[in-house]
């Protein structure tokens, strides 16, 4: 039983992307999901599929993206904010900008979970989950 299973999630992709894996499997939620489908939206990830399992948590297999010409994983730094033990939360007027526009911030808002810049545009706060760059 993990404490943060979120904190797991991003730890295995940042453990993968260091030891040049192609695909990373992960235990399933519906958080997980949502973020998955936000880092490839964002462009971080090549490809995603969730896979049922029998006891309907699932898993989630992820495609790693990485350079053509480097062969440098695409996603630089992958930072966990809010923990279990200290939650932040931010306004919608007040959402950071990460890496000046370039990266991108996963908020967990009433309406879902959501980049930065889309809960800036929706004009909602919520919890700070992670920054991806």
């Known amino acids: ?54 006891d309907h948590q699932g898993n989630i297999k992820i495609a790693l993206k990485y350079d053509k010409l480097t062969k440098e994983p695409v996603i630089k730094k992958l930072q966990r904010i809010s923990t279990p033990g200290l939650r932040k939360y931010s306004g919608s007027d007040s959402l950071p900008r990460i890496l000046n526009g370039l990266g991108v911030s996963i908020v967990s808002t009433s309406q879902g979970v959501m980049t930065g810049k889309q809960a800036a545009k929706e004009n909602v706060g919520g919890e700070l989950i992670c920054y991806v760059y």
Do not use: C, W
Request: aromatic share 12%; net charge neutral.
């Open 1 to 54: 039983m993990f404490t943060d299973p979120i904190a797991d999630y991003l730890t295995r992709i940042r453990n993968a992307n260091r030891a040049g894996h192609r695909v990373v499997d992960i235990p399933g939620s519906n958080i997980k999901r949502e973020i998955t489908k936000i880092l490839f939206d964002q462009g971080y990830i090549l490809s995603y599929k969730f896979d049922e399992t029998e």
